[in-house]
Every structure is written in structure tokens, then in C-alpha cells.
């Protein structure tokens, strides 16, 4: 048996670090001193990623990125915490059909939603707008928070809070003082998860940006089809690194949960 899960964990590893070992390709020819994609790199600069970040460009996309998924982690943190609140607490009938409706993002393609974004916001007139881009990102991050959050709460015991409100706590009280403290590593996980999808989205941002709102990997799209500059490999490992970080501060927190719960 012991040979056999190590067998299983070496052939995991091994299938990980071929699935991964091409993305991270970008990050030695991020530091090429060539003006053209090579890899290897025929010899290290750090040129291009000054050259990144002193392009008004890139900067521009850098900013709108992070203004869009800061927002979008806001609202699917709120929306995804309320929902989990009235399901997970909550009985009604058709309970079950609202999950599936809240999950349907998850597996529905993603050029499907663009498309009907798409012509829905040209209804709005808010295609093109930040508004819109956020509510998009939003659409498709806020069942990760709801899931992340539903796991916290399901692991809180109702006792606490009908004992807080036993005590003469008012509801909001109850939830700012009691049930959000217990389930902060959920949120906060679900924020993660939110921004990261945000932060790395491209389908949904070619269909609903426009010349003025472009996200970072909308000027990579672009860049991609005129020129191949090392500068495209450093917004690359930009976006890849932060994903990566983001990604496993979001299991350092779910395994510290789990290594505190009793």
C-alpha cells in the first residue's frame, strides 16, 4: 500500500508539473535581452520590465485590472455571503434548484455568457463601461464566494447565535459580532478566488471592454496579434504570479481553518 501511494503521489506530481511547466516558460523570456519571444532567452535583462512599466499602456491596463476586480471581489463577497446566509440557514422549498441556478455560471461556457451579455447590455447601453465589466467578472466569481462561504457557515452551530440573540442581540449584531468573525476565513477565501478570477479573465472582457476600459489581458490579447515583445511574456508572469500567490494564500488559509477547528 505504501508503494503504491507514493507511486500515485509521484505520478501527480509529475502530471502537475507537465500541465504547469509551459506557463511557466514566460518567466525566463520575461528577463530576454532579445527584442523578440525566444526561448531559452539568449541572455538576461531586466530592460522589458522597465520597459512594462514605464509604458503608459500597460500601466493603464495594470490599474483597470485592479480597479475591476477589487470591485468585483466587493460585490460577489456581498451577494455570495447574503445568499449563503439564506440558503444555509434559511428552509424553503426549491432550495436545491436555487443552488443549482446560483452554480449554473460555473459550468455554463463562457463565450455563451459573453454573448448574451453582450446584447443584454447593448439594451443597457453599458457595454464598454466599468459597470459593466464588473458585474460580468461578477456574474461568474460570485458562486466561489458562495461556495466558500457556505462551507464556513455550515461548520458554524446555530446554538451560538440563538444564544446571542437569547442574550438580547439584535440580528445585525448577532451576524457583525458572532456568525461574521466565525466565518471570516470563508470570506475571506471567497474574495481571493473572486479577484483572481477577475484579475485573469479574458472572454468575458474582449466582449464587453472597449477603448478606454481595457483589462490587462485585453491589451495581451491585443498585443499578441501585432508584436511579440518580451514585454507581453512580463504582463504575462505578472498576472501568472499574482494568480499563483493569490491562489495559495487562498489553501494556506483554508488549511489553517481546518488546522484550528476542533
Request: glycine share 8%; aromatic share 10%.
Given at each position: 500500500?505504501?508503494?503504491?501511494?507514493?507511486g500515485?503521489?509521484?505520478f501527480?506530481?509529475?502530471?502537475?508539473?507537465?500541465?504547469?511547466?509551459?506557463?511557466?516558460?514566460?518567466?525566463?523570456m520575461?528577463?530576454?535581452?532579445?527584442?523578440?519571444?525566444?526561448?531559452?532567452?539568449?541572455?538576461?535583462?531586466?530592460?522589458?520590465y522597465?520597459?512594462?512599466?514605464?509604458?503608459?499602456?500597460?500601466?493603464?491596463?495594470?490599474?483597470?485590472?485592479?480597479q475591476?476586480?477589487?470591485?468585483?471581489?466587493?460585490?460577489?463577497?456581498?451577494?455570495?455571503?447574503?445568499?449563503?446566509?439564506?440558503?444555509?440557514?434559511?428552509?424553503?422549498?426549491g432550495?436545491?434548484?436555487?443552488?443549482?441556478?446560483?452554480?449554473?455560471?460555473?459550468?455554463?461556457?463562457?463565450?455563451?455568457?459573453?454573448?448574451?451579455?453582450?446584447?443584454v447590455?447593448?439594451?443597457?447601453?453599458?457595454?464598454?463601461?466599468?459597470a459593466?465589466?464588473v458585474?460580468?467578472?461578477?456574474?461568474?466569481?460570485?458562486p466561489?464566494?458562495?461556495?466558500?462561504?457556505?462551507?464556513?457557515?455550515?461548520?458554524?452551530?446555530?446554538?451560538?447565535?440563538?444564544?446571542?440573540?437569547?442574550?438580547?442581540?439584535?440580528?445585525?449584531?448577532?451576524?457583525?459580532?458572532?456568525?461574521?468573525?466565525l466565518?471570516?476565513?470563508?470570506?475571506?477565501t471567497?474574495?481571493l478566488f473572486?479577484?483572481?478570477?477577475?484579475?485573469?479573465?479574458?472572454?468575458?472582457?474582449?466582449?464587453?471592454?472597449s477603448?478606454?476600459?481595457?483589462?490587462?489581458?485585453v491589451?495581451?490579447?491585443?498585443?499578441?496579434q501585432?508584436?511579440?515583445?518580451?514585454?507581453?511574456?512580463?504582463?504575462?508572469?505578472?498576472?501568472?504570479?499574482?494568480?499563483?500567490?493569490?491562489?495559495?494564500?487562498?489553501?494556506?488559509?483554508?488549511?489553517?481553518?481546518?488546522?484550528?477547528?476542533?
Amino acid at each position: 500500500m505504501m508503494k503504491t501511494s507514493l507511486g500515485l503521489r509521484v505520478f501527480g506530481v509529475a502530471v502537475g508539473v507537465l500541465l504547469v511547466l509551459p506557463t511557466l516558460v514566460v518567466i525566463p523570456m520575461s528577463f530576454s535581452s532579445t527584442s523578440f519571444l525566444t526561448f531559452p532567452p539568449r541572455g538576461l535583462s531586466l530592460s522589458w520590465y522597465r520597459t512594462f512599466f514605464a509604458d503608459p499602456v500597460w500601466m493603464h491596463a495594470v490599474g483597470q485590472s485592479l480597479q475591476v476586480a477589487v470591485s468585483t471581489a466587493v460585490v460577489a463577497v456581498v451577494l455570495g455571503m447574503m445568499t449563503a446566509l439564506a440558503l444555509v440557514r434559511g428552509t424553503f422549498r426549491g432550495k436545491g434548484a436555487v443552488q443549482v441556478l446560483i452554480l449554473s455560471p460555473m459550468i455554463m461556457p463562457l463565450v455563451v455568457l459573453a454573448v448574451g451579455l453582450f446584447f443584454v447590455y447593448s439594451d443597457w447601453h453599458i457595454v464598454g463601461s466599468m459597470a459593466g465589466l464588473v458585474l460580468a467578472h461578477s456574474v461568474v466569481a460570485y458562486p466561489l464566494v458562495y461556495i466558500a462561504v457556505s462551507a464556513s457557515l455550515s461548520g458554524v452551530d446555530p446554538a451560538i447565535e440563538r444564544a446571542a440573540a437569547g442574550l438580547g442581540a439584535g440580528r445585525w449584531r448577532v451576524f457583525r459580532t458572532v456568525t461574521l468573525p466565525l466565518i471570516a476565513p470563508g470570506v475571506v477565501t471567497g474574495a481571493l478566488f473572486a479577484f483572481t478570477v477577475s484579475w485573469d479573465e479574458l472572454i468575458l472582457s474582449i466582449f464587453l471592454s472597449s477603448p478606454t476600459v481595457k483589462t490587462l489581458p485585453v491589451v495581451m490579447w491585443q498585443q499578441v496579434q501585432t508584436e511579440l515583445s518580451p514585454t507581453l511574456a512580463v504582463a504575462a508572469t505578472l498576472v501568472m504570479a499574482t494568480t499563483i500567490a493569490l491562489i495559495l494564500l487562498a489553501a494556506w488559509i483554508g488549511t489553517r481553518r481546518k488546522a484550528v477547528r476542533p
